[in-house]
């Protein structure tokens, strides 16, 4: 009986201190709960267990220290409060959502177990261990005894954590099924988005990996847009209607504001939602946002899940794990495809500038301050013909001629190949290789680091060649005119004398018998006077301004027949004909009779620079919807300081007597009434060739005489 008053008095204390700590605890709760979910479900259960458990404690205060005889009634108002217990919970639960309590019944129930397989085992040693060591080493002294016995009570209280840890993971894997196997494989998740650079495969995996862990149907990812209305746009998602998801303007607010400490906003538990934001996420219940740097770049939102439960407070914290990880990889991936989009931008306008450095008509030429080339478009392996390839890295001392090179260190004294401004040389004359002369324009400027530094310098190089030409042309033409017209007005006033010294030498010579000596002297005059009348005629057709007849022709008849003309003047001269002509050519617009007269000038000009023989080579051939004709010897060559007087009228490098100088002149200008060119290359002792162009027939206009060109 007294052990039974004992148990009953212990039984009271451990009641009274466990009802003590636990409602001190509510109590506790209740007064620092830092949202008002939280307040109301612990002010509900603290007045549920008030309610319930003071009469139950001062009935139980009363039979003990009273007396134990009490009215059925009061036993009955004393116990009965007891059910506001559940029912506070229940209502709770029930009111305001409190997502643990699986939590804390599974969790309460592997407290239990373990517990009670502690105190089993606990039980068998301390009841069988003193006679299982006595069977196991007969005598043995007893202090022996209690320290095996306390030996096993330790090891015993040693084994409650691994058996606690071994049950509840068995718990889980029982209440969670397979979203147990996705959260055991965290983190392999977390090490596989982390190396993962591809935003959209990140995505992917992290919606597909939340759907598995935590058994939702929807879920999708925001990702921060400062270009969307609502500051952030839908990036990824499974299973959400995007049509229906409507995001209000203060999106990213309502979602910073509302996560609050635990950083989760669950629309079940969160009161106070605006009603844009309700009406626009009906798919969606929980919102977490992804943050670093206390910036959220994104926002995870998940359904409710297929059991249709709240998501426990093991699984929001969960989510607010995840939720830093998987911010830590998108701002690595944003930053990956940042660099990447900076890499193709800078890689577009590399392409991009060397595009126009390429396509550019002028060389440019990359210099270092030490006069190594680091740049070498395609226009200066055109113009100086050598490869890029073998023009890199070399010094440009020994890439260019050495005139060029010599004139470029006069215009950049004293800074060598780094030139502080621009300096320029002019219509420079050069020899590219044995067959072309050119007039180029050259340019040193610096070339400036998008620092400030300075870097070297660009050589440009612009071909000037053709551009000179054909003004020299236009010169040409402009001269010509001006000289036909004089040569017009001497030709009248010289042939009026002509004339009567003409008929007074053939009344003498009338009068006089053949054999008369001074017959001889009358003849020379005749001869003479024939002659001067010759090139009054000659200046008279340079300087007449005639419409030609022009027709269909192919020029390679034309050439043809004026060989043939010229077949007595080239017999046993030693020099042999070539012809290269193109098998199809498009017939050209012309004055057979005037291109044949330019095209004997021309053959027998060369059959004079070829005295001991050689080679005349006759080719047609079409180029840039132009006919070409080429007129080369292997003759003398022309001097270079002939070159541009070669069109000049009178102007002939032949003796007394061989030439009036008028073959060219005439030449040029027929050429001019065909809308052609005339160009000459010409290397003294190596001979040279004179290139007609005409336009094809497609592309030919009727020619105009020097009149109407005069006038134009």
Not at 26 to 33: E, S, V, W, Y
């Amino acid at each position: 009986l007294r052990l039974r008053a004992q148990l009953d008095a212990a039984a009271l204390g451990q009641f009274i201190i466990g009802f003590l700590a636990g409602g001190g605890l509510l109590f506790r709760t209740f007064l620092k709960a830092e949202t008002p979910i939280l307040r109301q479900q612990m002010k509900w259960i603290v007045w549920g267990l008030g309610v319930s458990i003071i009469p139950f404690t001062a009935y139980e205060l009363y039979t003990y220290f009273v007396t134990p005889n009490v009215s059925p009634l009061v036993e009955a108002l004393a116990i009965g409060p007891l059910i506001f217990i559940p029912l506070s919970f229940g209502y709770s639960i029930v009111r305001y959502r409190l997502m643990d309590v699986d939590v804390i019944v599974r969790r309460s129930f592997v407290h239990f177990l373990a517990t009670a397989s502690v105190a089993g085992v606990y039980l068998i040693l301390i009841g069988k261990g003193a006679a299982l060591i006595t069977a196991l080493v007969p005598n043995a002294p007893s202090w022996i005894i209690q320290a095996v016995t306390v030996s096993g009570v330790l090891a015993i209280a040693m084994l409650f954590a691994p058996i606690k840890t071994w049950l509840m993971e068995r718990m889980d894997r029982l209440f969670y099924g397979e979203r147990y196997s996705a959260r055991r494989n965290l983190d392999a998740f977390i090490r596989t988005i982390s190396a993962t650079t591809d935003l959209s495969t990140l995505l992917e995996r992290t919606v597909e990996w939340v759907q598995r862990a935590f058994a939702v149907e929807k879920v999708a990812i925001f990702i921060e847009d400062a270009e969307a209305p609502a500051g952030y746009r839908l990036a990824h998602s499974r299973g959400v209607q995007e049509s229906e998801l409507q995001l209000p303007p203060d999106f990213g607010w309502i979602i910073r504001a509302e996560s609050g400490p635990g950083g989760v906003l669950a629309r079940d538990v969160t009161s106070g939602l605006p009603d844009a934001f309700v009406r626009g996420m009906d798919d969606l219940q929980y919102f977490v946002p992804c943050s670093i740097h206390d910036r959220a770049i994104a926002v995870l939102a998940l359904g409710r899940p297929l059991d249709a439960q709240l998501l426990t407070s093991e699984e929001v914290k969960l989510l607010r794990v995840i939720s830093g990880y998987v911010a830590i990889a998108m701002e690595n991936s944003l930053l990956y495809r940042e660099q990447a989009e900076r890499a193709a931008e800078l890689a577009s306008l590399k392409d991009f500038n060397e595009s126009i450095i390429e396509s550019i008509n002028v060389g440019i030429i990359a210099l270092t301050p030490e006069g190594r080339v680091m740049m070498w478009n395609s226009a200066a392996e055109e113009l100086l013909g050598i490869a890029r390839p073998q023009a890199l890295g070399r010094p440009i001392e020994t890439l260019l001629d050495a005139d060029l090179i010599r004139a470029l260190r006069d215009v950049t004294q004293p800074y060598g190949w780094a030139v502080p401004e621009a300096r320029n040389i002019y219509k420079f004359r050069w020899r590219a290789d044995h067959e072309r002369d050119l007039v180029l324009n050259v340019s040193i400027v610096p070339f400036w680091m998008r620092s400030g530094a300075p870097s070297g310098s660009l050589l440009v190089l612009e071909d000037l060649t053709h551009r000179v030409r054909l003004e020299e042309q236009l010169q040409q033409r402009e001269k010509l005119s001006s000289l036909g017209l004089l040569a017009a007005g001497i030709a009248h006033e010289v042939n009026t004398p002509l004339a009567g010294i003409s008929s007074y030498t053939q009344m003498l010579l009338k009068q006089f018998p053949a054999d008369d000596p001074r017959r001889a002297l009358l003849e020379k005059i005749e001869m003479q006077v024939l002659r001067a009348s010759q090139i009054v005629q000659n200046l008279l057709n340079f300087a007449r301004m005639e419409r030609p007849t022009v027709s269909e022709l192919d020029i390679r008849k034309v050439l043809d027949e004026t060989l043939q003309l010229l077949e007595p003047q080239l017999r046993n001269t030693r020099i042999e004909v070539v012809k290269h002509y193109a098998e199809e050519l498009p017939p050209i617009l012309g004055d057979a009779t005037k291109l044949q007269q330019v095209f004997m000038n021309l053959i027998l000009n060369a059959r004079d620079a070829m005295p001991e023989g050689g080679r005349l080579t006759l080719a047609a051939y079409l180029r840039d919807g132009q006919v070409c004709v080429d007129v080369e010897d292997t003759g003398v060559g022309i001097p270079p300081e002939h070159i541009a007087r070669i069109y000049d009228p009178f102007f002939t490098t032949k003796g007394v007597g061989r030439g009036t100088g008028l073959g060219l002149a005439l030449s040029y200008g027929i050429i001019q009434e065909h809308a052609g060119r005339i160009f000459v290359e010409s290397q003294v002792g190596r001979g040279t060739r004179f290139t007609i162009t005409l336009p094809a027939l497609e592309r030919a206009f009727r020619p105009r005489d020097r009149m109407a060109a005069a006038g134009d």
